[in-house]
Nanobody, 127 residues
Framework: QVQLVESGGGLVQAGGSLRLSCAAS????????MAWFRQAPGKERDFVAV????????YYADSVKGRFTISRDNAKNTVYLQMNSLKPEDTAVYYC????????????????????WGQGTQVTVSS
């Protein structure tokens, strides 16, 4: 089992920045990829970004490309999401996810690809 704990959410004005963290513990040695998803009220959980753990290769949703950066610290078993130029439409609960299964990039952008999920952290962007 893998446990994921997110932190770093909060309230920020449009144009501001936040950095989310997701600390993994437990059986993390065979983690293949970690990702961030987000879910706004009344909407589905959407893909934000993913990073392959061993190579560091990343992939982003078009809506955040150029504004958000996903990164990882292997020694700390932690993945980060640096969010810049935030917009009100970025308001959502942000979830960290992890998988130990090798999958293609397109498949890694779907919620069904992940066995482990964090509890979520709220990000609110005011206009």
């Amino acid at each position: 089992q893998v446990q994921l704990v997110e932190s770093g959410g909060g309230l920020v004005q449009a144009g501001g920045s936040l950095r989310l963290s997701c600390a993994a513990s437990g059986r993390t040695f065979n983690t293949y990829a970690m990702a961030w998803f987000r879910q706004a009220p009344g909407k589905e959980r959407d893909f934000v970004a993913v990073i392959r753990w061993s190579t560091g290769i990343t992939y982003y949703a078009d809506s955040v490309k150029g504004r958000f950066t996903i990164s990882r610290d292997n020694a700390k078993n932690t993945v980060y999401l640096q969010m810049n130029s935030l917009k009100p439409e970025d308001t959502a609960v942000y979830y960290c996810a992890a998988t130990s299964t090798i999958r293609s990039t397109i498949v890694l952008a779907t919620t069904r690809s992940y066995e482990y999920w964090g509890q979520g952290t709220q990000v609110t962007v005011s206009s």
